[in-house]
Structures are given as structure tokens and as C-alpha cells.
């Protein structure tokens, strides 16, 4: 009658040490799952950059940028700040660049950029280009960033940039309404392929 008793009572010790592991080894699971997704929607958030740029026109010549390291020319901006929307973003980028404020930039092209390696995407951002056409302030006589010269309009399409920005530049130029591009590059930036809405004749 002991041995059943003491026998009944170890078997309830067990089940109570192999219930209090189960529920452990879920719990760790938990944890580690939860860690991981956290660490893929970091990895997720810190790849994908925000970007805004803005082209100042004034007449027939427009403000540009020469970017030092390879000698292309771009729209003044940069990376967004946390809480700006992209306006704000755009107007006080361009203000750090140029010296200029702006005050009337209206979203003119919406693009997405993809770094292709080996067939895999290994960067993305997401690019807004604004256009605004008065100004007030000092322009830089020189840049943090580069060189800044008005250039004729007529004339920016021969000039040294990337090729997504080649077509942003002639949308925002020439045409009217928004511009949406998705724009594949290796990763030393040659242009794979690309998609625009709405297409150019």
C-alpha cells in the first residue's frame, strides 16, 4: 500500500517537473520568435531609407547639385528625420544644402530605388521629389555637399547623373502631374531596368 502511494506520488512529481519544463521551453520559443520577428522588422526599417530631394526652377535655369564622389549632378537632399513629413523633410534639406528656403514645393515624382546583387535585392529606399519655384535666403557659395549652379533647363539632360534621375528630371522639367519609377541598379549603380507611371511617350 506504501509502495503505491510512494510510487503515485513520484509519478506526480515528474509530471509536475516535465509539465513545468514544457511550458519553459514554450516560453523561450516565445521570446526567441518574438526576438527574431523584431530583429527582421529592424533590419526592414533600416534598410529602407526615405529620401527627398527638391528642384528649384527659376525662369528657364533650375538649382543643381554636384555630388563630389562621382561627379554627378542631383536634386539638394537627403535622408528624412523621424516625425517630418516629407515637406518639412525636403524643405529643410534643401536649406541645409543651398542656404535657400523654400516655401511653395509641391510633390512632383515618387520613386522607389532597388540595389540588385546577384539577383537578390540588397538595398532599397523610397525617394520624393518636390519642385517649388521662389525662394528667399543666400545661396552657399559652397555647398556642404558639393558644387551648386543654376543650369539651363535645356541643357541638364546631357548632364553626368543617374539614370533614374535623368527621367525624374525630364518629368518634373517638362511635364505635368506626379511621377511614379521603380528603378533597379547594381550595386555600383548601373541601371538594370525600370517602370514609370505615367510612361513618356
Same mark, same amino acid.
Given at each position: 500500500? @506504501? ?6 506520488? *513520484? ?5 509536475? *517537473?516535465?509539465?513545468?519544463? &514544457? ?16 530583429? !527582421?522588422?529592424?533590419?526592414?526599417? #533600416? ?5 527627398? /530631394? ?5 525662369? +528657364? ?13 542631383? &536634386?539638394?537632399?537627403?535622408?528624412? %528625420?523621424?516625425?517630418?513629413? *516629407? ?8 536649406? $541645409?544644402? #543651398?542656404?535657400?528656403?523654400?516655401? +511653395? &514645393? ?6 522607389? !530605388?532597388?540595389?540588385? +546583387?546577384?539577383?537578390?535585392?540588397? +538595398? ?7 519642385? &517649388? ?6 545661396? @552657399? ?7 551648386? %549652379? ?12 543617374? $539614370?533614374?534621375?535623368?527621367?525624374? @528630371?525630364?518629368?518634373?522639367? /517638362? ?6 519609377? #521603380? @528603378? ?18
Amino acid at each position: 500500500m @506504501f509502495a503505491r502511494q510512494k510510487n503515485a506520488l *513520484i509519478g506526480l512529481i515528474l509530471q509536475s *517537473i516535465a509539465s513545468v519544463a &514544457a511550458a519553459l521551453i514554450a516560453a523561450s520559443f516565445v521570446r526567441k520568435n518574438h526576438h527574431e520577428q523584431a530583429l !527582421i522588422g529592424e533590419r526592414e526599417v #533600416t534598410r529602407l531609407q526615405r529620401i527627398t /530631394n527638391c528642384v528649384l526652377t527659376s525662369g +528657364d535655369q533650375a538649382l543643381l547639385l554636384q555630388k563630389p564622389r562621382r561627379g554627378w549632378w542631383v &536634386a539638394p537632399g537627403g535622408k528624412m %528625420e523621424p516625425g517630418e513629413t *516629407i515637406k518639412e523633410s525636403a524643405e529643410r534639406e534643401f536649406r $541645409e544644402e #543651398t542656404g535657400l528656403n523654400v516655401s +511653395d &514645393a509641391e510633390l512632383r515624382a515618387v520613386s522607389t !530605388i532597388v540595389i540588385m +546583387d546577384q539577383g537578390q535585392p540588397v +538595398d532599397e529606399w523610397m525617394m520624393f521629389t518636390f519642385q &517649388a519655384t521662389s525662394f528667399k535666403g543666400q545661396l @552657399f557659395e559652397q555647398s556642404p555637399e558639393g558644387k551648386l %549652379e543654376w543650369k539651363q533647363i535645356k541643357n541638364i539632360a546631357k548632364l553626368p547623373m543617374a $539614370e533614374g534621375d535623368a527621367w525624374m @528630371f525630364q518629368h518634373v522639367l /517638362n511635364r505635368h502631374g506626379l511621377l511614379y519609377g #521603380t @528603378f533597379y541598379y547594381t550595386k555600383e549603380f548601373k541601371l538594370i531596368s525600370y517602370r514609370l507611371t505615367p510612361e513618356f511617350a
